[in-house]
């Protein structure tokens, strides 16, 4: 039967039929300029080329892709195993308008669902949880989507987007390589960015995990330009039980605003986050600032980190800044203990001590230094 079908059935001889009946139902216009290819065995699957649906009542394009190939194997369905062979897209674009009155140009399409019976929900959930994912691997090239507010005047649009993956499939380990150009006009946006890492789930479970990554970005946005991040380390969350912890996180930031060059780099070895509890072994954060008022160099460290909303506490919490101008110069440290409470807003800086010296021609003996010891209480 499946040979028969095969070799005896054209879906583009129903091209005519489609249309019409998208046109009859939808008051849309399909076009299929190219081939549609099907296989029954040993995957299900298609193959679409050159089709475009227009705006409701209109000839202007909504959505339109170059080429798009999906298939599914056939025998792991018998045993409720949905091993998908290949997800492929290339040229695929989308443009979402919200119109002036509120509603948008897919609103005709999301037609509304009847709905089940508990009964019917409760099987067709089981039914569906039953079901075994797999997919061999992802690939979409080139798509672009676009959405415009009318009444805002707002337009944001993902470009030259491409994604590619390995196999996905539960407590498997997949590469992950995506790049999208965003471009914005409320807030100013025009950032070129791409992401690697290696990603690895388990549905049932809900646990996530993701190492290597590696993560960049440049452009403009908002009123900074050169603008550069990057991010790497690894991270895991377990949605079930609300833990997340992150290694290796480094972050940096780097850009000119105005005339002022900023450079900003985080470093977190290792963070845990809990539903009643947060801990860090340390954190490092550095700034770097050369603008109108000289150069100003900061850094901050945070040693021993734990507590939760309640309370929290810091063995040492350590400032350094540096100033540089023309004619003088100023260090400034700040180092203590730390400890309060979110909740209750307080802030107690134990045993603080806060030196300043200064450099400069116009200061006595050239030089100045002081330093201040003591406790700081804070309740907010």
């Known amino acids: ?25 939808k008051q849309r216009t399909l076009k299929l300029d190219g081939d549609i290819k099907l296989t029954l065995f040993p995957s299900i699957g298609a193959r679409l080329e050159k089709i475009s649906l227009s705006e409701f009542n209109s000839d202007k394009e909504f959505a339109a892709i170059d080429s798009a190939n999906v298939s599914v194997a056939l025998l792991p369905l018998l045993s409720r195993q949905l091993v998908v062979d290949e997800v492929a897209a290339r040229g695929v674009k989308v443009q979402v308008i919200k119109l002036k009155d509120g509603s948008n140009n897919y609103d005709d399409l999301m037609g509304k669902a009847e709905q089940a019976a508990p ?48 196999r996905l499939a539960n407590n498997l380990p997949c590469k992950v390589d995506f790049k999208v150009v965003v471009q914005a006009n409320e807030p100013k946006l025009d950032i070129a960015a791409q992401l690697q890492t290696i990603l690895t789930f388990d549905l049932e479970a809900m646990r996530f995990k993701v190492e290597a990554l590696d993560f960049q970005a440049r452009g403009n946005a908002l009123d900074i330009g050169n603008m550069e991040l990057q991010a790497s380390g690894d991270a895991s969350a377990n949605l079930t039980t609300q833990e997340y912890t992150a290694r290796k996180l480094s972050v940096s930031a780097s850009g000119v605003k105005d005339k002022d060059r900023f450079d900003s780099k985080l470093n977190v070895p290792e963070l845990s986050l809990t539903r009643d509890k947060f801990s860090a072994d340390k954190i490092t954060l550095k700034a770097a600032l050369d603008g109108a008022v000289g150069k100003v160099e900061a850094g901050l460290s945070l040693l021993d980190l734990q507590g939760n909303a309640q309370s929290f506490k810091s063995n040492a919490l350590t400032l350094d800044v540096d100033l540089k101008q023309p004619e003088q110069a100023f260090k400034l440290r700040l180092a203590t203990p730390l400890a309060g409470s979110v909740e209750a807003k307080q802030i107690n800086l134990s045993d603080l001590v806060l030196a300043l010296s200064a450099t400069g021609d116009k200061l006595p003996n050239k030089s100045l230094s002081s330093e201040m010891k003591g406790s700081v209480q804070i309740d907010a």
Not at 14 to 24: E, F, M, T
């Open 1 to 25: 039967a499946v040979a028969y079908i095969t070799a005896t059935f054209n879906p583009n001889d129903y091209k005519a039929q489609v249309i019409q009946l998208v046109k009859d139902k």
């Open 119 to 166: 009964a019917e929900s409760q099987q067709a959930a089981q039914a569906g949880a039953a079901v075994a994912f797999d997919i061999a691997a992802i690939k979409i090239e080139n798509a672009e989507l676009s959405y415009r507010d009318e009444a805002k005047g707002a337009q944001y649009q993902l470009k030259d987007l491409n994604l590619k993956t390995g």
